[in-house]
């Protein structure tokens, strides 16, 4: 068969009989002949594929194709919905036609039914538990929002104003010091900073260095040892004191009353009543030296002491026992707990351990004290002991009225259980104990606290 590009013309029909020669060649036309019947047009059709669709038949024959993407067919099904939480559902299995197959959106939802109708079941069954949890975690006793104070230095001066008010948290074991601007303050002997030493009466600048650094070990030894603070006897603080010191210290150990009260000398709480959460006393002050006329030395100590304890066993018995009207300031308003949110601060588990969201408290105990070290050329005294030439000490929060050598803190757990009787309620002025730009004002009367 010619193509279009054959330079000689199509033959025409003329050589053969019936045919015709239009070109006047002589040749023949070979479609002259040709009917294009019905039967002629069913066997024409095309039977042979392109190359494209062989070349690619033979391609997906081994590897099939993938949907790339971002193309959806009428066949795809509605797109599905985003989620909010949960995990990202898997892809499922297309169908023969290589389409995805619509997922069922609601197969998570049976298992969360489930356990939230498990939960309020629960939650009916102990609703006095669910009352207690929320009150902790949202109410006065929430410690969960807790924001720490900034760190505050040792002081080098008197100060002028009270410490700012801190923001009111209920103190717990595991943030003994919410809601105080205690916190910020040095932990224990880091707050002990001695002054620069120089000669001063009889004495030179290293024995003046010994003396401020004696005073130190006493103050360490008498309000920060875990032993002598948890209740056991002060040894190390009697050890570094005279002897008519020493022996005056130990007889009110032994005989302990108002008038010769432990307290005095020693921080201690009884550990049926109250226990340290910890070992860390949190401290504020400073101290200062000169010459007493008589060629010695006073050393001069100004320092507020803050425990964090917790309830001992007797806690709760002790709190339902009358206070006499006179003593040591006591907390003002006590936050009582509300519809049972208290926790069970008093009951120890097995282990001796409390949890950590068990309800603490802080007794604040001032110490104003000055020691005295004589010229051992005109008296008789050993120059590696203290004398004291002095002693005021104010507690905040401690029960008034009991002189058996410990502070007696009160806990907020225990306040609905405090006596009505006359005379256990606080008559005195209400002070602030963190307020140490003031002196220390002695009193007879059971005072009142503002902040613990």
Same mark, same amino acid.
């Given at each position: 068969m010619?193509?279009?590009?054959?330079?000689?013309?199509?033959?025409s029909?003329?050589?053969? &009989?019936?045919?015709?020669? $239009?070109?006047?060649?002589?040749?023949?036309?070979?479609?002259?002949?040709?009917?294009?019947?019905?039967?002629?047009?069913?066997?024409?059709?095309?039977?042979?594929?392109?190359?494209?669709?062989?070349?690619?038949?033979?391609?997906?024959?081994?590897?099939?194709?993938?949907?790339?993407?971002?193309?959806?067919?009428?066949?795809?099904?509605p797109?599905?919905?985003?989620?909010?939480?949960?995990?990202?559902?898997?892809?499922a299995?297309? @169908?023969?036609?290589?389409?995805?197959?619509?997922?069922r959106?609601?197969?998570?939802?049976?298992?969360l039914?489930?356990?939230?109708?498990?939960?309020?079941?629960?939650?009916?069954?102990?609703?006095?538990?669910?009352r207690?949890?929320?009150?902790?975690?949202?109410?006065a006793?929430?410690?969960?929002?807790?924001? $720490?104070? $900034?760190?505050?230095?040792?002081?080098?001066?008197k100060?002028?104003?009270?410490?700012?008010?801190?923001?009111?948290?209920?103190?717990?074991?595991?943030?003994?010091?919410?809601?105080?601007?205690?916190?910020?303050?040095?932990?224990?002997?880091?707050?002990?900073?001695?002054?620069?030493?120089?000669?001063t009466?009889?004495?030179?600048?290293? !024995?003046?260095?010994?003396?401020? !650094?004696?005073?130190?070990?006493?103050?360490?030894?008498?309000?920060?040892?875990?032993?002598?603070?948890?209740?056991?006897?002060?040894?190390?603080?009697?050890?570094?004191?005279l002897?008519?010191?020493?022996?005056?210290?130990?007889?009110?150990? @032994?005989?302990?009353s108002?008038?010769?009260?432990?307290?005095?000398?020693?921080?201690?709480?009884?550990?049926?009543?109250?226990?340290?959460?910890?070992?860390?006393?949190?401290?504020?002050?400073?101290?200062?030296?000169?010459?007493?006329?008589?060629?010695?030395?006073?050393?001069?100590?100004?320092?507020?002491?803050?425990y964090a304890?917790?309830?001992?066993?007797?806690?709760?018995?002790?709190?339902?026992?009358?206070?006499?009207?006179t003593?040591?300031?006591?907390?003002?308003? %006590?936050?009582?707990?509300?519809d049972?949110?208290?926790?069970?601060?008093?009951?120890?588990?097995p282990?001796?351990d409390?949890?950590?969201?068990?309800?603490?408290?802080?007794?604040?105990?001032?110490?104003?004290?000055?020691?005295?070290?004589?010229?051992?050329?005109?008296? %008789?005294?050993?120059?590696?002991?203290?004398?004291?030439?002095?002693?005021?000490?104010?507690?905040?929060?401690?029960? +008034?009225?009991?002189?058996?050598?410990?502070?007696?803190?009160?806990?907020? !757990?225990?306040?609905?259980? !405090?006596?009505?009787a $006359?005379?256990?309620?606080?008559?005195?002025?209400?002070?602030?104990?963190?307020?140490?730009?003031?002196?220390?004002? &002695?009193?007879?009367? +059971?005072?009142?606290?503002?902040?613990?």
């Amino acid at each position: 068969m010619p193509i279009a590009e054959d330079p000689e013309p199509r033959p025409s029909g003329g050589d053969e &009989p019936g045919g015709s020669d $239009p070109s006047g060649t002589g040749k023949k036309d070979p479609f002259a002949d040709l009917v294009l019947d019905e039967e002629f047009i069913r066997g024409a059709a095309v039977q042979e594929q392109s190359g494209r669709t062989r070349m690619l038949s033979a391609r997906w024959k081994h590897t099939p194709p993938v949907d790339p993407g971002g193309r959806r067919s009428v066949n795809d099904g509605p797109r599905a919905s985003k989620r909010r939480f949960g995990r990202k559902p898997k892809s499922a299995a297309p @169908d023969p036609w290589g389409n995805p197959r619509p997922r069922r959106r609601l197969e998570w939802r049976a298992p969360l039914f489930v356990a939230l109708a498990v939960a309020v079941v629960l939650a009916a069954l102990n609703v006095d538990a669910l009352r207690d949890w929320y009150s902790f975690r949202w109410g006065a006793g929430a410690s969960a929002p807790h924001s $720490p104070v $900034p760190t505050v230095a040792p002081e080098t001066a008197k100060p002028t104003t009270a410490p700012p008010k801190a923001p009111e948290e209920q103190p717990t074991v595991d943030h003994p010091w919410a809601g105080s601007p205690a916190e910020g303050w040095p932990n224990g002997a880091e707050a002990f900073v001695l002054p620069e030493a120089k000669a001063t009466g009889v004495f030179s600048a290293d !024995q003046v260095a010994a003396q401020l !650094q004696l005073v130190k070990d006493y103050l360490t030894a008498a309000d920060l040892d875990p032993k002598t603070v948890g209740g056991g006897r002060p040894d190390a603080a009697l050890a570094l004191l005279l002897r008519e010191e020493r022996d005056g210290a130990v007889a009110a150990l @032994d005989n302990p009353s108002e008038k010769n009260d432990p307290t005095s000398w020693f921080s201690r709480f009884d550990p049926r009543d109250a226990i340290p959460v910890g070992d860390v006393v949190k401290v504020q002050g400073r101290m200062t030296y000169e010459g007493d006329g008589d060629k010695g030395v006073l050393v001069h100590t100004d320092f507020s002491f803050v425990y964090a304890l917790r309830p001992g066993p007797d806690a709760a018995k002790r709190a339902m026992s009358p206070k006499p009207p006179t003593g040591a300031p006591q907390p003002t308003k %006590p936050a009582a707990p509300q519809d049972g949110a208290a926790k069970p601060a008093g009951l120890l588990t097995p282990s001796g351990d409390v949890s950590g969201d068990t309800w603490t408290t802080r007794t604040i105990v001032r110490r104003v004290e000055t020691f005295r070290f004589y010229d051992p050329g005109r008296y %008789p005294v050993d120059p590696r002991k203290i004398a004291f030439g002095g002693s005021q000490t104010d507690p905040a929060n401690s029960a +008034c009225g009991v002189y058996d050598g410990y502070f007696h803190p009160q806990f907020d !757990q225990f306040a609905e259980l !405090q006596s009505d009787a $006359p005379g256990s309620r606080p008559t005195g002025p209400e002070i602030d104990p963190y307020d140490r730009s003031k002196d220390i004002q &002695p009193t007879d009367e +059971c005072g009142s606290v503002s902040r613990t």
